[in-house]
C-alpha cells in the first residue's frame, strides 16, 4: 500500500485542470450496456473505480477499452446478468448496472454491495423503484436478483422512504424506464448534476426524458437504444476540494475545466467564510481574503451542500478562528476523518450528526489513516497547512476518485510525494 508524506506551510499558486467527474462517467459507463451498438465516452478520469468498472463490464461480457481519458464501450449481443462479489465489494456504484442489464436482458443479479466506511448503504429505493416496473426481487446469498415479470412497464414511482432523494438509484430507475413499455415518472428524483448527465448521454441514445435536474423526470420507453458520443461533465467535488485546497493554504489558485455552477452552495460558503471566489466560463479563480471566518455547514441533496465536500470543509473549519458547526445529514456517520484531524491537534467535538469545531492556531503534521475518498483528501489538505511533516497512509482510498493528486498538488508549489508503505 502505498503512502503521500506532505510537508505543510506553502501557499498553494497557480493554475490547475479538473477531471472528468467519477460520479457522472460510473452510471454512464453502466448505461452503455441498454444498446448492443458501441458508445465513445470521453473526458474518462483515469481513477481506480472507472477501472474498477471496466473490468465490471468485460466480465458481464461487454468490451471495455479506455485509453488516454475515451472510452469506448460495445455490449454486443452476449450480455451476463451477474456482477459479480470480488467487483461490487470494491465499488459500490456498481449497483448501477442492475437496472439497465434489467432492461436489456429481462434480468440482473448483482452482489449487495455491503456497507463502507461511510455507513450502511441500503438499496431499498432502488429495489422500490426496479419493483415499480413490474420486476421481481429476489435476495438471497448476498446478491439481489431482479427477473422482469414479463417485460418492464413504466408507472408512476415516488423514489423517497425514511431519507430524501437517491442519487444512484434514480440513475437506476431511469435507465430501467428508458425500455420499459410506456411512461414512467420518477418523483423525488435526485437533481444532482451527475444525474443530468446521464440523463443527457440516455436522451444521446434515443432515449425519451424530460425534467432531468428537477425532483419529477418522466420517461417514455422506447423499443431500442443506438450507441452515442458523449463528453463527461467536470468533477465539482475534485474542483471544490481544489478550493478548499486554496482557502486553507491562504494561496491563490485559477481551478480550471471546471463547471462553477455545480458549486454554487459551496462557493456561497466558501465566501462567508472569508475567501474570495471569482467566478468565470469555465473556471474560478479562489484567494483568500482577510481573516478566515467560521461558518456553519449542513450537507444536503443538491444543489445544497454536498456530503462529499463535508470532511474538506471540517479541514478548513480546523483552522478558521471560532466555532464552527458542521451537520452531516446524508450520511450521519460520515466523521470517519475527525479522530485523524484530533491527531493532527484539532478540536472536534461529534454531537449526533453535527461536528463542533473549535479553530486552532496551528495543526501539526502527524501519521494519519485515509478510512473513505473523501476524509483523506480532508487529511492532504490538512496536511497542507500543517507545521512539518504529515503522512497519509492507504492512500489508496484517494486513488479511487482523485486522478493525479500529489501532481497536481506539485504543479501548484505543494511539497508532496508518495512512496510505497
Ligand atoms: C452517490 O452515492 C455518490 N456516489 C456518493 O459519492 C455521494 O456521497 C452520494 O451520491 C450522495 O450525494 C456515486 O455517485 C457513485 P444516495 P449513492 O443513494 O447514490 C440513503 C463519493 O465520495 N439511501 O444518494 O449511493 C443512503 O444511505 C461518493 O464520490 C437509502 O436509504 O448515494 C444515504 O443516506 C460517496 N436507500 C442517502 O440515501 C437507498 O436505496 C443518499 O444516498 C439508497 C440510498
Known amino acids: 500500500m502505498d503512502k503521500i508524506i506532505i510537508e505543510g506551510g506553502r501557499r498553494l499558486k497557480g493554475e490547475v485542470d479538473i477531471s472528468g467527474s467519477k460520479n457522472a462517467v460510473l452510471p454512464i459507463m453502466a448505461a452503455a450496456l441498454l444498446t448492443e451498438e458501441e458508445s465513445v465516452v470521453t473526458n474518462v478520469p483515469s481513477l481506480w473505480d472507472v477501472h474498477t468498472m471496466v473490468k465490471l463490464l468485460r466480465s458481464l461480457g461487454a468490451k471495455a477499452i479506455l485509453e488516454n481519458g475515451c472510452l469506448k464501450v460495445k455490449p454486443g449481443k452476449n450480455l451476463k446478468p451477474l456482477a459479480p462479489y470480488k467487483l461490487v465489494k470494491t465499488m459500490r456504484a456498481s449497483v448501477c448496472v442492475l437496472g439497465p442489464l434489467l432492461a436489456r436482458l429481462g434480468e440482473a443479479e448483482v452482489s449487495l454491495p455491503g456497507g463502507c466506511a461511510i455507513g450502511p448503504r441500503p438499496i431499498d429505493l432502488h429495489l422500490k423503484g426496479l419493483e415499480a416496473l413490474n420486476a421481481e426481487i429476489m435476495i438471497e446469498h448476498g446478491y439481489v436478483k431482479v427477473r422482469a415479470k414479463t417485460k418492464l412497464r413504466g408507472s408512476e414511482i415516488y423514489l423517497g422512504g425514511g431519507y430524501g432523494s437517491s442519487v444512484l438509484a434514480t440513475d437506476n430507475v431511469m435507465m430501467a424506464a428508458t425500455l420499459a413499455y410506456g411512461k414512467t415518472v420518477i418523483e423525488n428524483a435526485a437533481c444532482e448534476p451527475e444525474v443530468v448527465d446521464l440523463a443527457k448521454f440516455l436522451r444521446k441514445m434515443g432515449a425519451k426524458i424530460v425534467g432531468e435536474g428537477s425532483p419529477r423526470i418522466e420517461i417514455e420507453g422506447v423499443r431500442k437504444l443506438h450507441g452515442a458520443e458523449h463528453q463527461v461533465i467536470p468533477d465539482r467535488i475534485e474542483a471544490g476540494t481544489f478550493l478548499y485546497a486554496a482557502a486553507i493554504t491562504g494561496g491563490d489558485i485559477l481551478v480550471r475545466k471546471m463547471e462553477p455552477s455545480h458549486l454554487n452552495a459551496v462557493i456561497d460558503k466558501l465566501h462567508q467564510a472569508g475567501v474570495r471566489v471569482e467566478k468565470f466560463k469555465n473556471s474560478a479563480r479562489v484567494r483568500k481574503n482577510g481573516r478566515l471566518k467560521p461558518v456553519d455547514i449542513t450537507t444536503l441533496p443538491y444543489p445544497a451542500f454536498p456530503t462529499d465536500l463535508q470532511a ?110
Open 312 to 421: 474538506q470543509a471540517m479541514a478548513l473549519a480546523t483552522v478558521t478562528p471560532g466555532i464552527s458547526v458542521i451537520t452531516e445529514k446524508i450520511y450521519p456517520n460520515r466523521f470517519m476523518h475527525v479522530p485523524e484531524l484530533g491527531r493532527m491537534g484539532a478540536k472536534v467535538f461529534l454531537e449526533g450528526p453535527s461536528a463542533i469545531v473549535h479553530g486552532v492556531k496551528k495543526l501539526s503534521g502527524a501519521p494519519v489513516m485515509a478510512s473513505d475518498l473523501r476524509a483523506s483528501a480532508a487529511l492532504v489538505l490538512a496536511g497542507l497547512v500543517a507545521e512539518g511533516a504529515t503522512e497519509v497512509q492507504r492512500v489508496y482510498h484517494l486513488d479511487r476518485g482523485y486522478e493525479n493528486l500529489e501532481q497536481k498538488l506539485t504543479s501548484l508549489g505543494a511539497s508532496i510525494r508518495r512512496e510505497k508503505e
